[in-house]
Every structure is written in structure tokens, then in C-alpha cells.
């Protein structure tokens, strides 16, 4: 009965069909058939993968369905056969939406301000009627502006992701000057710090990537690295390649991540929280942003890590032959 209150299909044309059936005949009443049919043949149901998408009915209104498959062992003698759940998820969805577009609007109008707060307090910073130590108030709103608005970036970049509004320009980048311009970027860092950062890229290796895009995803992996080692060490960035991708792996030998934690890291505003790392500062959006970036540039993103004796997050990206690019 609930699914004939859901989708307003009769119960005759449901009951012992294949589900085939059912997606034909609401496939009539849903906002995209073509996609609901790509996404329910592409919903391969193994034991260990439990495919879930979203449809969209439009009827008198607007309804948003998830459809959860899971396998189901032992009822058929011939093996294995799938249930899905279907749940109305419109107002949950519908209140995500309307939270990223919070979140997007918030962390725009954030950002003017800031500007300013950011560039008048750097001016001050130099200037010569404020003595030594009103100077170094000053190099302090501009450090704090400078992470607020940093924080602001990240919040807008979700929002973009999230709304699917992520655009990219994509260019034929080399890796190795790429690594280059990393290396350059926490050079000062680093030598207050007192890490060791050692970048070594094998030449002439080429990704169709948006540049910008994937230098923050290399810098926010390493700035990582380094917050993440606060007794120092080495950062090691390494891309290598093979037939068909190139990978950059950063590595540090810091604090490590749980074996608990380590499916999770990648979750948005997912922070570990221990004693020891209550003094590092972040909104859990780091690696969110990576991951999505990656993904959306069509590579993947892994972490190996052992509690206590380091870390190590490897991309790989799709690799431009030397063929391809002549
Ligand atoms: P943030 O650093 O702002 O908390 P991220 O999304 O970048 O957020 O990282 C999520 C969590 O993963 C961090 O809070 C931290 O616990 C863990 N983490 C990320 N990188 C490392 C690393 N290199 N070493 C140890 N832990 C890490």
C-alpha cells in the first residue's frame, strides 16, 4: 500500500513483477527516465555494495524518492536475489537544499568584508606611525583574516559542490611544474617549521586537469602533512606514473590515523578528535574538497596511514600519453 501511496502504481502491476516493471510504468510520471533507467542497471547488488539513488516524480507535485538495494541470501533457491527500500525523502532533501544555498550565500557575503578587514590590516602591519608592537596586532588580524577567509573559501567550495555547480577548465598541465610551484608555496613555511619538504616528480608527465584546482587539492594534502606532524619530520610528494595514470602521493611521518577513523576521513566536516590534535585547527572540509575535486576530474583519491607512524594520501589521475598530446 505505501508504495501505491508513493508512486501511484496499483498494487496488481507491483506485486510479484520485476522491478523492471515498476520503474516502466513510474518511469511515465518521473522528472528523468532516461536517468533512472541508467542509474537502476548501473545499481550492480553485491554483498558488500548497497547501491542508493535518488528519483524524482513529478506528479501534482514534486517527490523525491530514495531507492536503497541490498541483497537478500537464502529465500531463493538459486541464489541470491535484491530488496530495495524506497523512503519519501523530499523534505529531507529539500532541506538540504536549502542549507547548501545558506551556506553559499553566507560565506559569499563573508568574504567582502574580509577583504578588507585582510588588506588594511596587512598595510598596517608596515606602517611607520605604529610602533613595533601595534605592528605585530596588526600581522595578527591580517593572520586571522587570512584563516577566516580561508575557512569562507572552503564553505563556498562545498556549497559548489554540493549544488553541483562546480565548473571546471580543464588545460594540459605537466605534473612536475605543478610540484614545483607546491614546493615554492610552503618554502617559507617550512623553514620556520624546520620539516623537511622533498618533491620529486618524474619528467614529462602530463594530466588533463583544472590547474587551480588540483593545486589546491596538492597544497591542502600537504598543508595536512604538515599540520598533522607537529614534532616535524619529512614531507615527502612523489608522482609517478604507469601506462595510464599518474599518481601523487604525499607522506608524512606524523600522528597517523586510526584504523577506525580511516574510512571516514574523507567525510565532510569530519574532524578526529584526540587529545593530542585539540590544538590543530580545521573544519573537516579539507579532504571533503579534495575528494570531490579528484573525482570530478575523474581520479580517485586513497590513504594508507598507521596511528603514531605517519600518513600517506595518493591521487591518481588519468594520464595523458605522449601520443595523446602531440
Ligand atoms: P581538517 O584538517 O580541517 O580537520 P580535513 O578534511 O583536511 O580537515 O581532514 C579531516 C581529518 O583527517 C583531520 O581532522 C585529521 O584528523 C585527519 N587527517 C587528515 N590528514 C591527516 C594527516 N596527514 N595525518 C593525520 N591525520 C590527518
Not at 113 to 126: D, E, H, K, R, V
Not at 176 to 189: C, I, K, Q
Not at 239 to 249: C, G, L, N, P, R
Amino acid at each position: 500500500p505505501r508504495l501505491t501511496d508513493f508512486t501511484g502504481v496499483p498494487p496488481e502491476l507491483t506485486i510479484g513483477r520485476p522491478l523492471s516493471v515498476l520503474a516502466r510504468v513510474m518511469s511515465r510520471r518521473l522528472a528523468d527516465p532516461k536517468r533512472f533507467t541508467a542509474e537502476f542497471a548501473e545499481a550492480q547488488v553485491t554483498l558488500d555494495q548497497h547501491p542508493a539513488f535518488d528519483i524524482e516524480v513529478v506528479g501534482d507535485e514534486r517527490r523525491v524518492y530514495e531507492i536503497a538495494c541490498f541483497p537478500v541470501l537464502g529465500v531463493w533457491p538459486d541464489g541470491a536475489g535484491f530488496g530495495s527500500i524506497v523512503r519519501d525523502v523530499t523534505a529531507a532533501r529539500e532541506l538540504d537544499f536549502r542549507k547548501t544555498e545558506f551556506v553559499g550565500i553566507a560565506s559569499h557575503e563573508l568574504r567582502t568584508p574580509l577583504t578588507g578587514i585582510l588588506g588594511f590590516s596587512q598595510l598596517l602591519t608596515a606602517h611607520p606611525e605604529l610602533d613595533e608592537q601595534a605592528q605585530g596586532w596588526a600581522a595578527r588580524i591580517a593572520e586571522e583574516a587570512q584563516r577566516l577567509s580561508s575557512i569562507a573559501d572552503d564553505l563556498l567550495n562545498v556549497s559548489r559542490i554540493e549544488s553541483g555547480e562546480l565548473k571546471l577548465e580543464v588545460v594540459d598541465l605537466e605534473v612536475e611544474t605543478l610540484l614545483e610551484e607546491v614546493r615554492a608555496h610552503f618554502e617559507a613555511r617550512t623553514l620556520e617549521s624546520g620539516h623537511q619538504l622533498l618533491v620529486r616528480a618524474e619528467p614529462g608527465q602530463r594530466v588533463a586537469v583544472d590547474a587551480g584546482k588540483l593545486r589546491e587539492v596538492v597544497v591542502n594534502l600537504v598543508d595536512n602533512a604538515l599540520k598533522y606532524s607537529p614534532d616535524g619530520g619529512a614531507v615527502r610528494v612523489m608522482a609517478t606514473a604507469d601506462e595510464t595514470a599518474v599518481q601523487i602521493a604525499v607522506s608524512d611521518e606524523g600522528i597517523g590515523i586510526s584504523e577506525e577513523e580511516l574510512p571516514r576521513v574523507f567525510e565532510r566536516f569530519r574532524r578526529v578528535t584526540r587529545r593530542d590534535t585539540a590544538t590543530i585547527r580545521g573544519a573537516g572540509l579539507g579532504l571533503y574538497i579534495v575528494n570531490s575535486y579528484v573525482e570530478s576530474m575523474g581520479g580517485t583519491v586513497s590513504v594508507e596511514s598507521e596511528a603514531g607512524r605517519g600518513s600517506t594520501f595518493t591521487i591518481a589521475l588519468p594520464r595523458i600519453s605522449a601520443d595523446q598530446a602531440a
